[in-house]
């Protein structure tokens, strides 16, 4: 048993009070302050934190009242006498341990000597390596350790550490076995000592196997058990506690404090703003790990290197910097490569599908990992083997996975996250060719797993797909790096870049289009109609971000692939006779819109029916045609024609029949219907907002329309309302100088015109009698 003496020879008198310390900063009081609010000197204050003198118990109830805490809370609980306890923390106490308040609040509410034992559960800190357990464990104990009768450390990561640590805790007890040769014995009598004896501390670390260390515990007992163990499952053996990443503020507060760029008693806003904005960088590029920032602080300040030095250095030498070890990190024996490195050799050993399924998160998003993907995309893995092809098999990968909480699981919306370094390293630990394979198969998984995209597609499926976008992201720069030009690569880069598409995110959607179109063009030639089809989502991306000119031409450029490709009678190529003529109506080119409209809709009634989606949206677009056209009666009768077979075939809440009841409603409003184009118009909002959400541009078109009517009808405020929000959505999506923007922007000024007016015409004087 590694053995340091929790009570160091020092100057002091008493343990120091960290935790007044603690409480004084976090209210940015000076010790003079603090001195003020108790009615003492900054003397006193300064010798009761460095552990010279303890305060009495007037001053320790008046600290109490100030901060609102208990004695254990603020470190003031009274020294036991001299001889009476035996404690053994074989670690030193971390000065910048920093954060972690909850957690050690919730332990020492469990743990709390003021509950019987028989109602303190064991406690089980688990998490991933490098994440602060035996930290965490290590500061509970310093804190709490006055109030426990005895405090015991065991290294409990093997069989042989356990019993090492057994024979000296024997010596330390001076039980009569402690020369016992016979290890059972020995263990036996230790296990009595700890039945027949209460108000003890046990502490084991790295248990990740808690059933071995389970066999050293006796069945009964009245002490208190706190494991640290990588296993998220603990049973009926312990309670499990998550320890998870520092946030943001508490990973910049350590690596300023450990790099001495703050001092301990500075709070955070008074950090050199360079400083901590470097700081904070290096915290979200190690993901918020202590471990890794406690090695980025050692070598900054061995180097004497700045933070941004660290920063560039770290950007082309990750995986080094991660693996040194610091002469200055007494007490952290392993690295951030090392910690892991073990695990990934145990998880291959263990299960090569487990093995597999991590290597595959490596090169996703780390968050949010659907495990449909997993399994929907191993199925189309033949070359993976050990794929986790269907639930069951999954369950058993993550099984191993969790044990060493490599990822993280939410067995509710059924995702997985695994973090970001442990990506890095799997990701370093790979040669080139290695990296290059398993980044094609992350693009094929999700290729596998990513599903076409539907003009229709329901709510739940739209939300599904949202999941599936920081991968399909994440798979993008993959395909750049490493140059995955194949056909599955194209597909994903379009399916994903529609769906975008269709809510709204045009630039973003325009970006994996064009990546698609280079793809395809090089895999299949110029000539071949998948090109066609990525020039045609191009085009229509350019028509509505307001590009006319190059929307043209690629709707041109299309229409003559298809054309010559597949024949002039092709659904393809009524696709883009179809998008054609809706670029030149919205240019009010009416008479060339309108024989392509004509021709699309011939075109697609003959190949696919007049019930088919693709028909009825050809017949919307030539019935709008003729409502700008003021051809009322040919568009009413188009609409209404359109509308009944939607209703018929399409299911209700379909974006078709809110287009229809769209146009319905202009075409009233036209007539002077406003009652009847208000009903339409609402009704046509309410479909499209739960279809695409209230931040789509569909949406602002709608609102927009509902305002335009409104000003007619004089409800300036209810107008103003509306078009306010219109304008807000399009200079989001589109920018303040798209034409749909400053259509809205003007009907918002004639609003607010016309409201201007009303108000003066209302404060008129009134005109004399007679």
């Known amino acids: 048993m590694q053995v340091r003496k929790a009570a160091v020879k020092n100057e002091r008198k008493f343990p120091l009070s960290l935790r007044l310390r603690d409480a004084r900063s976090s209210y940015g009081w000076s010790q003079q302050t603090l001195a003020d609010q108790v009615g003492t000197t900054p003397v006193n204050i300064s010798r009761w934190e460095n552990g010279s003198t303890f305060p009495s118990p007037y001053f320790r109830q008046r600290l109490c009242e100030v901060f609102g805490k208990t004695p254990a809370e603020l470190g003031l609980l009274p020294p036991p006498p001299p001889g009476t306890r035996i404690g053994h923390i074989p670690i030193t106490r971390n000065p910048f341990f920093t954060g972690r308040e909850h957690l050690l609040a919730l332990l020492h509410k469990r743990l709390s000597t003021a509950r019987t034992t028989a109602l303190a559960q064991p406690q089980a800190l688990y998490g991933l390596g490098g994440i602060g357990k035996t930290q965490t464990a290590a500061e509970y104990a310093f804190r709490y350790a006055d109030e426990y009768a005895h405090v015991f450390w065991m290294r409990a990561a093997t069989r042989e550490t356990l019993l090492a640590d057994f024979v000296t805790l024997a010596e330390l007890l001076d039980l009569p076995e402690k020369d016992e040769q016979n290890q059972p014995r020995m263990v036996a009598a230790i296990k009595r000592w700890l039945a027949v004896h209460e108000g003890w501390l046990l502490i084991l670390d790295n248990a990740d196997d808690l059933r071995l260390a389970h066999e050293f515990l006796p069945t009964s007992h009245k002490g208190y058990l706190l494991f640290t163990t990588r296993a998220q499952a603990a049973g009926a053996i312990a309670a499990s506690v998550e320890v998870e990443q520092l946030t943001p503020q508490e990973g910049t507060m350590l690596l300023l404090r450990w790099t001495k760029l703050l001092d301990m008693d500075t709070p955070l ?97 780390p968050d949010a990992i659907p495990e449909e993907l997993l399994t929907r995309g191993a199925a189309d893995l033949s070359a993976i083997p050990g794929a986790a092809t269907d639930p069951f098999k999954l369950n058993e990968a993550l099984e191993v996975l969790l044990r060493h909480s490599l990822v993280r699981r939410n067995g509710s919306t059924q995702m997985l996250n695994i973090h970001r370094l442990v990506q890095i390293v799997l990701r370093e630990c790979m040669d080139q060719e290695t990296q290059r394979a398993w980044a094609e198969w992350a693009v094929r998984a999700v290729n596998a797993a990513f599903p076409e995209t539907d003009y229709g597609t329901g709510a739940n499926q739209q939300s599904y797909l949202h999941y599936y976008l920081p991968h399909v992201q994440e798979c993008a720069s993959l395909i750049k790096q490493y140059h995955l030009h194949f056909p599955e690569a194209a597909r994903l880069l379009y399916q994903a870049a529609a769906f975008l598409d269709l809510h709204g995110f045009y630039p973003q959607s325009q970006s994996l289009h064009q990546q698609a179109l280079a793809i395809r063009e090089q895999v299949f030639g110029s000539d071949h109609p998948v090109v066609a089809e990525s020039l045609n989502a191009l085009a229509v991306l350019s028509r509505i971000q307001g590009d006319y000119e190059q929307a043209e031409r690629f709707h041109l450029h299309a229409l003559a692939i298809r054309d010559k490709a597949l024949g002039p009678e092709h659904c393809a190529t009524a696709e883009s006779l179809n998008n054609l003529g809706v670029l030149y109506r919205n240019q009010g080119k009416y008479e060339q819109a309108e024989p392509l409209l004509r021709q699309a809709r011939s075109i697609r009634e003959q190949s696919l029916g007049s019930e088919h989606p693709d028909t009825l949206l050809t017949s919307i677009n030539l019935a709008k045609l003729y409502l700008e056209q003021r051809k009322y009666e040919q568009a009413e009768r188009l609409l209404k024609e359109a509308l009944a077979t939607s209703e018929r075939v399409l ?120």
């Open 651 to 770: 299911e209700p809440g379909h974006p078709l029949i809110a287009q229809n009841l769209n146009l319905l409603a202009r075409l009233s409003y036209e007539q002077g219907n406003y009652e009847r184009a208000e009903t339409l118009w609402k009704q046509a909002l309410a479909i499209i907002e739960k279809a695409f959400g209230p931040e789509h541009h569909a949406t602002a078109e709608r609102l927009n329309d509902l305002a335009e009517l409104y000003l007619a009808q004089g409800r300036y405020t209810q107008a103003e309302s509306l078009c306010q929000r219109a304008l807000s959505i399009c200079e989001n999506l589109l920018g303040s100088k798209h034409p749909d923007t400053i259509t809205v922007r003007k009907l918002l000024t004639k609003i607010l015109c016309k409201k201007e007016v009303e108000q003066d015409s209302d404060h008129l004087p009134a005109p004399p009698l007679g």
């Open 269 to 365: 806003e008074y950090a050199k703003a360079a400083d901590r904005a470097a700081a904070e960088r290096i915290v979200r590029e190690m993901d918020g790990l202590p471990l890794a920032l406690v090695q980025a602080s050692a070598y900054v300040e061995e180097t004497g290197c700045s933070l941004k030095d660290y920063l560039r250095l770290y950007a082309t030498h990750r995986k080094d910097l991660l693996a040194r070890h610091s002469h200055l990190l007494l007490d952290y024996h392993e690295t951030v490569v090392t910690t892991w490195s073990l695990s990934f050799q145990q998880v291959e050993q263990q299960s090569p599908a487990a093995a597999d399924v991590l290597r595959l998160c490596a090169f996703l998003a």
